[in-house]
């Protein structure tokens, strides 16, 4: 882990019309390193979690308040460009979402639109190594050409983050990547998380709590859209400060 | 510690099963300190056989602990203060196993003990010293059941005091032995009790480091002022 922090936010805010979603948020999130957000359903991790990236912007009455700098630089500033950002905070979500299209073809496409790749040599390359990176070449090098939708859900899912690597992302976001996994197929994902951290900044929602515990070095603890406790992962979970995080963490009626 | 339940009501049982048992072995051993010092006050060799009798248990209730701490970590993967509960009940029955031990070993040498002339002064001294070890405990229990941190800190320093009944015992009892060498074996049987309940002070402050542990989820880091010198004495006037 480098001490270095790569997302930084301050006093941010989100309303979905008159719903207050997210209510004055600080953190900083450390460069290479897993972060990983818990809290009850409807805390406003996965809302906080889609700010970084901008995804938020497609959904017309969600309003973003606040300041959230990527490397020291404004995401919300009106010269950056949301697609430019999305290829360098890169998003992996809940359900294998492949496109209906190649095994390579899932991949290849983002280097594609992003001129990442100057011929097909070029784009072969980025395609292996990113499914090498996301662990799972080794299980698709024969049949590349085969649709991507006809994987299993685990090797679907680690697809999906080889697509998202494909870009050279810097940030890696995941919103319950290993919910619609089973139990193999998820700590093949967290093993490949805990790679992962050695070159991208990883942030991952996730309802497990064990899961936070495993593969994150800082957790937060969001509760009613606040952030309630932010703090080194070990910590959290061995001696909390807050009691709310206390009573979710172990189960308890808060 | 939290007062609100858990959503699974079997883990509240578990966690209150499990403390129960500490509870319950906290009082045997208890009775195991007392019942052997007043086995060797009065030369009471049945009372000594009942104490070594009950030892056993006390080794059960530990096993029953150890199994059970390690099925709710198995299954409810406890977390914050709940790891901390199960941890230090873990380590709060093996002291109380350890004390339960001394005190057999104490019933044990009273057998040998009573067939001999009783050592002048050593009585009382050891009476004394027990007394203190089994209150030490019983207020360690204490500020487990209260999550007192202030109680189990004062049983802590009050080891100190144990540690200076030990050294002034070691010295009583080789001035005996170099006095008149018929002493030697009594004192011998004596200064290993002494030394015996010596350690049982040491595992109440363990026990009392487990509930600062068990509250604050730190261990107390500072040095405790150490009494015991006998290691280094060649001497009745050096301990």
Known sequence: MSDEIKIAAKGVDVFYGDTHAIKSVDVEIDDKAVTSFIGPSGCGKSTFLRCINRMNDTIDVCRVTGDIRLEGQDIYDKDVDPVQLRARVGM??????????????????????HGLAKDKTELDEIVEKSLRRAAIWDEVKDRLDQPGTGLSGGQQQRLCIGRAIATAPEVLLMDEPCSALDPIATAQVEELIDELRASYTVVIVTHSMQQAARVSQKTAFFHLGELVEYGETDRIFTNPVDSRTESYITGRIG | MQDNAHIASVFDRDLEGVQASIMKMGGLVETAIADAAKALDRRDTELADAVRKNDKLIDALEETVSADVARIIAKRSPAAGDLRTVLTVLKISANLERIGDYA?????????????????????????MTKNVGLMLKDSLDAYIQRDVDLAEDVRQRDAEVDQMYNALFREFLTHMMEDPRNITACMHLHFIAKNIERMGDHVTSISEQVIYLVTGEMPDDERTKEDRTPYATAPDEA
Request: hydrophobic share 35%; no cysteine.
């Open chain 2, 104 to 128: 057999k070993n104490l019933a044990k040498r009273t057998s040998v003990l009573s067939e001999m002339p009783a050592v002048e002064g050593a009585g009382g001294s050891i009476r004394r």
């Open chain 1, 92 to 113: 992996v979500f809940q359900k294998p979402n492949p496109f209906p299209k190649s095994i390579y073809e899932n991949v290849a496409y983002g280097p594609k639109i």
